[in-house]
């Protein structure tokens, strides 16, 4: 599949999720054009829109204890819609997960 792939299996975006928290913001994975902090922004904001992710604070003004984090209620079954110009590419290098690879 190519990077404009509107979405993704949700396994898929939960795994770049947890991959990528864990990295510090300011992490570029070689190739990459985002660093880990704009990816995680990017996943934060379209997992919002889409209920993956739940937060407590206002879009962009997270502090420790309101931090996003991934909704344990969400479907994790299904897909999550990234949309056209979602940079699958850097996620995939920066997590080292594709967005093929079936995922529990």
Known sequence: MSDDRRS???????????SLVELEPNTRAP???????????FLAETGARRGAIVTAAAPGHHTPDSAPE???NFDWNGEIALGPDA???????ASGISEQAPLA
Do not use: H
């Not at 940079?87 to 290098?93: F, G, H, S, V, W």
């Open 70 to 72: 991934l909704n344990p």
């Open 31 to 41: 190739g990459n054009v985002l660093n880990t902090g704009a990816l995680l922004a």
């Open 87 to 93: 940079p699958i590419a850097d996620l995939e290098r």
């Open 8 to 18: 993704v299996m949700a396994s898929t975006f939960r795994a770049w999720w947890q």
